[in-house]
C-alpha cells in the first residue's frame, strides 16, 4: 500500500523569523530540514509521498524554499499567502503557479479574530483560490470549525481540508462534544470539505506534554469523522516534527494512524492512508 503524509513541517530558524516553534517548545525550537524529515519517513517504507504544510502566514519565500529543494518524497506543498489583498495574491499565486507541486494555501487563525475568516475580503481571497483550483488547509480549532460549512457553501469550488480533527479538546475529554460533533457534521454535509486525521497526540496534554495515550484515547473522535466524511474525504497526516513534543516518533504515529482505521475495509484504509490526500491535492498530476 503507497501511503501519503498529508501533513508535516519543517523549518529553518536562520532564514524566516517563527512567531513558532518558540522557547516554550524547546524540544523543536530549532532548524529542522528536509534531511531530518528524510530520515524520519524512512522508517515507514509505506510512506512513499508527503505535503509539506506552511508555518508563516503571507510568505511566499517560505514555499518557495521548499519548492526548490526539488525533493522527491515531498509531493506537494502548501503556501502561506495574503488573502485579504487580492492585488498581493494574484501575484504570489503568480509566482507560485510556476512549481508544478505548489498545491493549497494554509492561513494560521490563531493570529486572527475568531470571525477573520468568514470576513468579505477574506471569502474574495479564498475564491480566487478556487479559481486557480487549488486547495484550502482549514486549521481549525473548536471554536472555529461552526465557520467550515460558511466557508464552504459560499465557496463551493473551493476543496477544504479540515486539518487535525479540529483539535478536539482531548485533554479534557477523549469523548467528542455534542457542538464540535454537530459543527463536524454541517461541514461533512458539504461536498467539498475533508477532513485530516492528524495532530492528535499533542493536543492530549498541550501544556506538558506528559500524559500518556493509546489508540482508545483517539477512537471515538477519528471514528466519528471516518463516520461522516467516509473513506473517500478522510486522510491522515504525521504533523512531524511537532509530534515529537510528545516523545512520540513518526513510526508510531504511523502505526497509530494504521490501528484507527483498521476497523475499515482494504480498500477504504488504502483510501484513507493515501488515495484521498492524492486526490485532494492533485498529487498524481504533479509526481
Known amino acids: ?51 509539506f504544510i506552511q508555518c508563516l502566514n503571507d510568505n511566499v519565500a517560505e514555499a518557495r524554499w521548499v519548492l526548490e529543494k526539488n525533493c522527491e518524497k515531498i509531493a506537494g506543498v502548501v503556501a502561506g499567502v495574503n488573502l485579504t489583498d487580492v492585488k498581493k495574491l494574484r501575484e504570489q499565486l503568480e509566482e507560485l503557479i510556476q512549481f508544478p507541486k505548489f498545491v493549497g494555501v494554509r492561513h494560521i487563525l490563531d493570529m486572527e479574530e475568531t470571525d477573520w475568516i468568514t470576513s468579505d475580503i477574506v ?23 461552526k465557520h467550515v460549512s460558511t466557508v464552504a457553501k459560499q465557496l463551493p469550488d473551493l476543496r477544504i481540508v ?29 461536498p467539498n470539505v475533508y477532513c485530516k486525521i492528524s495532530g492528535l497526540v499533542t493536543e492530549v ?62 480498500d477504504e484504509q488504502s483510501r484513507v492512508l493515501g488515495g484521498t490526500a492524492e486526490q485532494f491535492y492533485q498529487l498524481k498530476a504533479v509526481c
Not at 517563527?18 to 517504507?45: G, H, M, Q, R
Not at 471569502?123 to 478556487?130: C, F, N, P, T, V
Open 1 to 51: 500500500m503507497s501511503e501519503v503524509d498529508a501533513h508535516f513541517h519543517i523549518w529553518n530558524l536562520e532564514k524566516f523569523d517563527y512567531p513558532w516553534p518558540n522557547e516554550d517548545v524547546k524540544a523543536i525550537f530549532k532548524t529542522i530540514d528536509s534531511p531530518e524529515f528524510l530520515e524520519a519517513i524512512a522508517t515507514c517504507s509505506d510512506v512513499r509521498r508527503a505535503v
Open 123 to 145: 471569502i474574495q481571497g479564498l475564491k480566487i483560490i478556487s479559481e486557480y483550483n487549488l486547495t484550502f488547509d482549514f486549521l481549525s480549532r473548536p471554536h472555529h470549525l
Open 162 to 190: 479540515i486539518d487535525h480533527i479540529a483539535k478536539p479538546h482531548l485533554s479534557q475529554s477523549t469523548t467528542p462534544t455534542e457542538e464540535w460533533k454537530q459543527d463536524m457534521k454541517a461541514a461533512a454535509a458539504l
Open 205 to 266: 496534554d498541550p501544556v506538558n506534554n506528559s500524559t500518556r495515550w493509546d489508540m482508545s484515547t483517539f477512537r471515538e473522535h477519528v471514528h466519528f469523522v471516518l463516520d461522516v466524511f467516509g473513506a473517500d474525504r478522510c486522510m491522515v497526516g504525521s504533523d512531524w516534527p511537532v509530534l515529537r513534543l510528545t516523545g512520540a516518533c513518526y513510526k508510531s504515529v504511523n502505526e497509530l494512524h494504521k490501528s484507527l482505521v483498521g476497523h475499515l475495509s482494504q
